[in-house]
């Protein structure tokens, strides 16, 4: 690495003459109680949540209890505010610092903020100039992620490309390490694009990015952040937190000297280098390392098989990791599969390199059938060898590794498929089946047909025995010696076959640093090694098999359903083994005693339909394994499966819908066994009467329950009208929406549950009102804000949604959703079958103290909900003439959040006595007799 050791010092000297958008954060004053991350500066690209569900996060430290507030200035686009404010010069997002001191705010806009401020009382005020939303991209790994534009092929024309990107900002990282997590950086600054940035920039980082953009039709005038975070020779075990090292500590560490090689020691990288951007909200990671685990000189004495179960536990365990700081659910992960690192001269030597070891693992690391790490793909390289300025280990050309994990990113990341975007992978293994007529024996090789148009064999550039009678592939008896056999293709049946001896057990393909021939398709994409004994089973295609295995299942509810939505937290970053998490959660944290009981899928788990039967198919990047396995295993954990649509053509995310499915859809879900679906008002063509789709859908579930006794709970949008829609809709639906999407602010709150008090007499058992899922546990909400969330829930008998990460959910968060006897109130069917509790004072439109009332089906007990929604801490009173007794009655009264009666008894009211601002006091008043 000594060209690598001579760039880098090169690269440092280079930044530093590099004429900058910003010179960082702008601090007025000197006071330290407010920091940002180093980040936060002028130019700065937050992630747009205009598309596919992602948002935008800035995180700092401030005093503990300090309410901090980020204001966008000038030239903002469209802005969902998170715990606002508005002044006269546009909107303010509010944070309330933890007894940590730290802060966190989420920011749902696009478009830009000429001038971005962060201030809180006591400090000075922070401002960030050029502040836009967009895209934002985050590239680490070692000395190939770190390799320049400039050497790169085409070095000066790809550099040129830059300027028809005007918007691109750049954030390089100086190189740093630390023995212990880090808040910021040490340095680092937005760039705009010009020759002389981005020609030092990740040439693999800014051609993968562009080559999204280009395919995706991203608009150029739109904003795209960059940041790059690597260092050559480094292990990635030095990029692991300490919790994600743990993960895996069956498999040791090499021991490297700290004084000679301190960026290489466990964790110092991550602590330096990614643990400040740990909060940056990011469409996808792209990664570019491997090499230095490859090494043989640090892999010891353990077999091949070995290195691969260890880096593949070590890749996965950083990326759900590194997922899981960021609280967004599992952002799209993007890794480069190792090119080959040798002359391909010296290929027929065959040297050990530990490359097929390293790539193997990197090939678990994306979505696959069963697999631990979804929304992930992987550019496969093992034909794209060759030598650059920096050596064989270095090859030239970034340009097509680039522009093949592009590819992958766009259909990962951005959900495209083949009928909007070209093939995005080589021929991919579904199979392997041993095959006997007579005294001859054959491997058939079974590949998906989506990926084998134009199946043949390619000789690899510069190859020296190319495939002059050589396929790549190899088998063995023993997993010792291998024997390279010929390979007859069969494109029409997609499929190779394999002549093999008796003998054979295994099969590997491309097993080898440098490979002379690939197989590809018409999209000139090969298929990454691997190497699988003959036990292997199918990959599933993700679509449903027509009636299959029907379970038996539930009658209808009665009670408000008790679940978890994916939405709120995770929006469109939610997959399979997030589902699964969560399930089994569920049942480890004690939602399940509590009586929760849905897992259900919002929006993004659909990408399109089977162009014959109709039927919908599932994401293969989030749900490779498809919906029917999914289900399966909620329904294993004693829990019920639910999904999502929308009555129109397309979704509110842009997936498909259900217009003129709605049948194929409902036999579809009932072959899934599916108990919950919500069904959307978003775009697309759609019937010209509303409750069109609610009816055929009412038609399907009606036919599936008779069929297999599965009771379907049907959840639309909207119903807001209890003397139009409302004299209806519990004949087509269990429960509706009466208002917008709640978002994780005490306004949204407080206007959903007040905008559905009208609707009341509507409610009855098995007929909810919905004012949408919960925010409990989210960002955005006080403490004292998301407990009276939930008792304004409670109190409606709505249906309880949790919307946040319920596996890694804090006990606070857990103590709000499982509280027994508010949970009570919500299940109890009300007194005459009144199921809803209603405002008992008047709705002035002005927040204030405030009593809501339902009488509970026992006919004794009261349930008061007591609501200080004003700004000031206050008094709350109930009188009995609010709950139809006789001003003389003696009650007593149950506080439900503590489950102990309060002392005495009382007579004509009750008060709660200085109750802070938006906060509660929830209780049973019951006469006594």
């Known amino acids: 690495h000594v060209l690598w050791c001579m760039f880098s010092m090169m690269l440092r000297a280079a930044l530093c003459a590099l004429v900058l958008v910003g010179g960082g954060t702008s601090v007025h004053g000197s006071s330290q109680l407010l920091q940002l991350p180093s980040w936060f500066g002028d130019g700065m690209v937050l992630q747009s949540n205009e598309e596919y569900g992602a948002r935008a996060f800035l995180n700092g430290l401030a005093t503990p209890g300090a309410v901090v507030t980020v204001s966008c200035e000038g030239g903002a686009g469209a802005v969902a505010p998170v715990r606002t404010t508005t002044t006269g010069g546009g909107p303010t997002f509010l944070a309330t610092a933890d007894k940590n001191g730290e802060w966190v705010v989420e920011i749902k806009a696009s478009g830009a903020c000429s001038t971005m401020g962060v201030s809180t009382p006591g400090s000075p005020t922070h401002t960030a100039t050029g502040v836009a939303f967009g895209e934002v991209f985050f590239c680490a790994g070692q000395s190939n992620m770190v390799f320049p534009l400039s050497l790169a092929l085409n070095a000066s024309a790809e550099i040129a490309t830059a300027a028809d990107w005007p918007n691109f900002r750049y954030f390089q990282t100086p190189l740093q390490y630390n023995s212990t997590q880090q808040f910021t950086t040490k340095g680092g600054n937005w760039s705009a694009p010009s020759p002389a940035v981005v020609s030092v920039f990740s040439a693999v980082c800014f051609l993968t990015v562009r080559d ?15 940041v790059q975070a690597a260092w050559g020779g480094t292990r990635v075990e030095a990029w692991m937190s300490p919790n994600a090292l743990e993960q895996c500590k069956e498999f040791p560490v090499p021991a490297e000297d700290p004084k000679k090689a301190p960026q290489n020691q466990p964790s110092w990288l991550f602590n330096a280098m990614y643990a400040p951007f740990q909060k940056m909200a990011v469409r996808a990671t792209l990664w570019y390392q491997g090499e230095a685990n490859a090494d043989q000189k640090t892999l010891g004495l353990q077999n091949e098989d070995f290195h691969t179960a260890a880096y593949a536990c070590k890749l996965q365990a950083m990326v759900a990791d590194w997922r899981l700081r960021k609280g967004m659910g599992d952002f799209a992960f993007l890794n480069v599969q190792l090119p080959p690192s040798i002359d391909p001269a010296d290929s027929t030597k065959d040297p050990v390199t530990g490359r097929p070891a390293i790539r193997a693992a990197a090939a678990e690391a994306v979505s696959r059938p069963g697999g631990l790490t979804d929304i992930a793909g992987m550019a496969v390289t093992v034909d794209l060898g060759g030598k650059s300025a920096w050596g064989f280990d270095h090859p030239v050309n970034k340009n097509a590794i680039s522009a093949r994990l592009a590819l992958q990113g766009v259909h990962v ?9 070209p093939q995005w992978t080589g021929p991919t293994l579904k199979n392997l089946t041993l095959r006997s007529m007579g005294s001859q024996h054959a491997v058939v090789v079974e590949l998906d047909p989506a990926t084998t148009t134009g199946l043949r064999l390619r000789d690899v550039l510069n190859c020296v025995r190319c495939c002059k009678g050589l396929s790549s592939f190899e088998v063995s008896s023993d997993y010792k010696v291998w024997t390279t056999v010929n390979a007859t293709l069969d494109a029409a049946a997609s499929s190779v076959a394999l002549n093999v001896p008796e003998t054979t057990t295994a099969v590997r393909y491309a097993w080898h640093d440098f490979v002379d021939c690939v197989l590809v398709n018409d999209a000139d994409l090969p298929m990454g090694p691997w190497k699988l004994n003959l036990t292997s089973a199918e990959k599933s ?17 009665q009670s408000p359903p008790l679940g978890f939505n994916s939405w709120n937290f995770f929006h469109c970053n939610i997959d399979e083994n997030e589902v699964k998490a969560v399930a089994v959660a569920m049942n480890a944290n004690g939602m399940r005693a509590a009586g929760y009981e849905y897992i259900n899928i919002d929006d993004c788990w659909q990408v399109g339909r089977d162009n014959t039967t109709g039927q919908i198919i599932a994401d293969p990047a989030r749900f490779p394994s498809g919906m029917k396995a999914l289900a399966d295993f909620v329904h294993a954990q004693g829990l019920k499966f639910g999904v999502y649509t929308a009555r129109g053509s397309r979704t509110c995310q842009n997936r498909p819908g259900a217009y003129q499915h709605e049948l194929i859809d409902a036999a579809t879900y009932c072959d899934i066994g599916l108990d919950y679906l919500k069904n959307d008002n978003c775009g697309g063509t759609n019937w010209p009467n509303q409750n069109q789709s609610w009816i055929l859908f009412k038609e399907g579930f009606d036919k599936c329950f008779k069929e297999t006794g599965r009771y379907t709970v049907k959840s639309i949008e909207y119903c807001k009208d209890p ?45 909810f009102n919905d004012p949408d899922m919960l925010q409990v546990g989210n960002v955005g909400l006080t403490q004292i804000e998301q407990k009276t969330h939930m008792a304004y829930w409670c109190i409606a008998s709505a249906p309880i949604l949790a919307g946040t990460d319920i596996v890694h959910a804090s006990n606070e968060t857990l103590a709000i959703l499982t509280a027994a006897e508010y949970l009570e109130v919500n299940q109890d069917l009300g007194l005459n079958d009144k199921i809803q509790g209603v405002l008992a004072t008047p709705n002035v439109g002005v927040p204030g103290p405030e009593v809501w009332v339902k009488h509970l089906a026992d006919g004794k007990r009261i349930a008061v909900l007591l609501v200080n929604g004003g700004n000031n801490a206050s008094d709350v009173t109930v009188s009995w003439t609010q709950l139809g007794l006789p001003p003389n009655t003696k009650a007593t009264v149950r506080d439900l959040w503590h489950q102990q009666a309060v002392d005495g008894t009382v007579t004509g009211s009750f008060t ?3 109750v802070a601002t938006h906060d509660h006091m929830f209780v049973t008043v019951t006469p006594v007799v």
């Open 541 to 557: 295609t993700g679509r449903v098999p027509k009636h299959a295995n029907r379970e038996r299942g539930s009658g209808p509810i």
């Open 212 to 226: 999204m953009m280009i395919i995706h039709g991203y608009p150029q005038n739109k904003a795209v952040g960059l």
């Open 723 to 767: 003397t139009d829609c409302g004299q209806w809709i519990a004949g087509v639906a269990n429960l509706w929406r009466t208002e917008g999407d709640i978002q994780n602010t005490w306004q949204s709150v407080y206007g959903n549950i007040h905008g559905q008090n009208d609707m009341a007499p509507v409610a009855r058992p098995g007929a």
């Open 413 to 421: 990341a951005f959900a495209k498929q083949l009928d909007s975007m």
């Open 912 to 914: 709660a006595k200085n």
